[in-house]
Every structure is written in structure tokens, then in C-alpha cells.
């Protein structure tokens, strides 16, 4: 308890601290996101903030894997801490890319694409579910192997992207960001599996700090990078928490059941995302053009205010959350 908090507490000063800096950075090198009819925001606001929390937060475990080998303690498993360094930073970097250079969404796709087969490479391999119907699937390696790349690949794509797609209000996707990862937290409690939220508490206290600039009216935007770390890092553990460890971490053969638990709880993000994406396609735009039909988008046109939008969705969040929890004891997941 007493390492949660001394973290937590860290996380959230360098934060402020890298925040500080950043916007300073930005002011002098006009880095701004500029407002079209699409956006909420009809005045320039700085758009890279989020590299405050990347930073605040890799520097943080780094702290921890230091103090880890130091004392010769064992917290992370090797291979997590090469998927959540090598993930984090890959694809923070391809949303920064966007945010200062404005590169177009299937380049972005392909890299992201390219960077969850490495992962998957790696060694994070979520399996089809054992069902007879599905058996065929198992019938052969090499069939197996290549499902469970194409799971694996579209379930990172598709947190990253739908986190990415909530970040359309002041504090939105950071706020809801807690709240997925404090599920997570006391969902690894039930589990046992204290180290892992090693993992979760730094991030909460990176987000919290954030949330201070970021909510309504917000001073900085985390930009796309720091949407898809964020998405990353939520598609990994949102994955690896519903799994008891029993003082082993599995990766490369991930239960699917523990899909079913990270559904429920990104149930706002991923049903937004999906809506709009058969809303687009139904009227033969692009799955990837910009418009103002997301879910946050209308429940303004309802006529709520920006925060108490925002605070509309945090509610349904929660909701979701509770209903994981409620629901995770039931599939037994080993």
C-alpha cells in the first residue's frame, strides 16, 4: 500500500511537472490544434499535452523496475515490460506524428497495424473461445495461430481507436480513462494481483493530474498521442487483469473469456466507434471521416452543457464498470 501511494504521488508531480514544460514548449513553437466546424473548440489550444503523462508515467515504472532489481524483488514479468515500452512509445509516437505533422488515417492504420503484429510477436496472443462450433478454428496450428493474430490485432486497433474518438470534450477520454482503470484496480484485487496494479496506480495519478488542465474549460489537450497510449495501455491491461496469476503471467495464450470482461467495461467507447463507423459507411463515406455524429457530439444536441455531458457519460462509465464487476466472478476465468 504504502509503494501505491509513494508512486501515485510521484506520478502526479511529474505530470505537473513535464505539463509545465510542455505547454511552455508549445507556446513558443505554436503548436496549437486548430478549430474547424467538426470540433468543439473554436479557439487554438495546445495539442500535445499528453506527452506530459507519457513521460510522467514510463519514468515512473522505470523507477519501479529500478527499485524491483535493486532489491531483488520480482514485480513485472520481462516480456509485459517489453510490450508495454515498446506498444506505448510506438504508438504514442505514430499519434504524434499526427499531431504536429497531420498524417492521414491509413497511414496511421497501417502503422498501428504494424505495431500490434509486433506485440502479438512478442508474445501477447489472445486464443478463440473453445467452442464446439468453433472447433475447426483449433484444427490446425497454423489456423489457430493466425485467429489468434487477428484477434489480437483488432482488439489493440480497436481501443486505440475508440479512445482515441472519445477525446472530443474537455476531460472525456482522461476522466473516463480513471474510471476504466479503477475498475481494473479493484478487479485485480479480487484476482490477487497486487503487482499489476504497480502497474495501474501511476497511471491513474498521470491521468488525475492531467484531468486538472484538461477538464472543462481545458488549458491543454492530450492530442492524439496521448489518446492512443493511453488506448494501448487500457487494450494490455484490460486484457491481462481478469486473469488470477496464481505467481504466473501468461501472455502468449490469453483466455478469451477476458474479452468479454474489457467489453463491458469499454462499452461507451467501443459501441461509439462502431456506431459511427456503420453510420459512415451506410453513407458511403470513409469508416475514417471526421464528423460531429459521435455519441458525446449528440448528447450535446440534446442540449446539456459541455460538462454536463461529460459528467453523463463518466456516469454511464461507472455503470459499466460496476456490471464488470458484477459479471466477473461468473466466467471463471483461470
Request: charged share 15%; proline share 3%.
Amino acid at each position: 500500500m504504502i509503494i501505491n501511494i509513494s508512486y501515485f504521488l510521484l506520478s502526479i508531480l511529474l505530470t505537473i511537472f513535464v505539463l509545465q514544460k510542455v505547454i511552455n514548449f508549445a507556446h513558443k513553437n505554436s503548436i496549437f490544434d486548430n478549430p474547424d466546424k467538426r470540433k468543439q473548440k473554436k479557439m487554438k489550444m495546445i495539442r500535445i499535452g499528453g506527452i506530459s503523462f507519457v513521460f510522467a508515467y514510463l519514468f515512473t515504472i522505470l523507477i519501479l523496475i529500478y527499485y524491483e532489481f535493486h532489491n531483488n524483488m520480482v514485480y513485472f514479468d520481462k516480456d509485459l515490460m517489453k510490450i508495454i515500452f515498446l506498444g506505448s512509445i510506438g504508438y504514442f509516437i505514430i499519434g504524434l506524428s499526427d499531431d504536429l505533422f497531420n498524417v492521414s488515417s491509413n497511414k496511421r492504420l497501417f502503422f498501428q497495424t504494424i505495431l500490434a503484429l509486433l506485440v502479438w510477436k512478442i508474445g501477447f496472443r489472445i486464443y478463440p473461445p473453445e467452442l464446439g462450433i468453433l472447433s475447426f478454428l483449433s484444427s490446425s496450428e497454423i489456423i489457430l495461430k493466425l485467429t489468434s493474430l487477428f484477434i489480437t490485432c483488432f482488439w489493440i486497433l480497436s481501443v486505440v481507436n475508440s479512445i482515441n474518438w472519445l477525446d472530443g470534450l474537455d476531460g472525456l477520454a482522461a476522466g473516463c480513462a480513471i474510471i476504466f482503470l479503477f475498475t481494473l484496480f479493484l478487479i485485480n484485487l479480487t484476482n490477487y494481483n497486487y503487482q499489476l496494479n504497480l502497474l495501474i496506480v501511476p497511471f491513474v495519478g498521470c491521468l488525475a493530474a492531467f484531468l486538472k488542465y484538461n477538464f472543462y474549460p481545458s488549458k491543454v489537450l492530450m492530442g492524439d498521442g496521448g489518446s492512443y497510449f493511453i488506448g494501448f495501455n487500457m487494450s494490455i491491461l484490460s486484457i491481462i487483469s481478469p486473469i488470477p496469476m496464481n505467481g504466473n503471467l501468461v501472455l502468449d495464450k490469453i483466455d478469451f473469456r477476458s474479452l468479454f470482461v474489457a467489453i463491458i467495461i469499454f462499452a461507451i467507447p467501443l459501441f461509439d466507434m462502431l456506431k459511427v463507423i456503420i453510420y459512415r459507411i451506410y453513407k458511403r463515406n470513409s469508416p475514417f471521416l471526421p464528423d460531429r455524429n459521435h455519441l458525446h457530439h449528440q448528447i450535446l444536441n440534446l442540449g446539456l452543457s459541455e460538462t454536463q455531458a461529460v459528467i453523463f457519460i463518466y456516469f454511464f462509465s461507472v455503470l459499466f464498470g460496476q456490471l464488470a464487476l458484477k459479471l466477473y466472478p461468473r466466467l471463471s476465468i483461470n
